[in-house]
């Protein structure tokens, strides 16, 4: 599945996910390095920078083409 969301809107998900990391790993006093749910939303933060940064690359060849 692919969502079609704007920077801001990305950006505004990988915050949600580091409020999520930071509260979960409070409340479970488990380290990231083993908490099987924290592991899946550093996969997921660390997917979304790697979209991120392929769109902005994407966008500034537009730029410079004037596509």
């Known amino acids: 599945m692919q969502l079609d969301?704007?920077?801001?809107?990305?950006?505004?998900?990988?915050?949600?996910?580091c409020l999520?990391?930071?509260?979960?790993?409070k409340?479970?006093?488990?380290?990231?390095e083993e908490h099987?749910?924290?592991?899946k939303y550093i996969?997921?933060?660390d997917q979304i920078s790697e979209a991120r940064k392929k769109e902005k690359i994407n966008n500034?060849?537009?730029?410079?083409?004037n596509l």
């Open 5 to 17: 969301l704007i920077d801001n809107q990305w950006r505004d998900i990988q915050y949600a996910l």
């Open 20 to 25: 999520a990391m930071s509260h979960t790993e």
């Open 27 to 32: 409340i479970t006093n488990i380290s990231v």
């Open 36 to 39: 099987p749910v924290l592991k």
């Open 43 to 45: 996969k997921i933060y």
């Open 60 to 65: 500034s060849w537009k730029e410079v083409l």
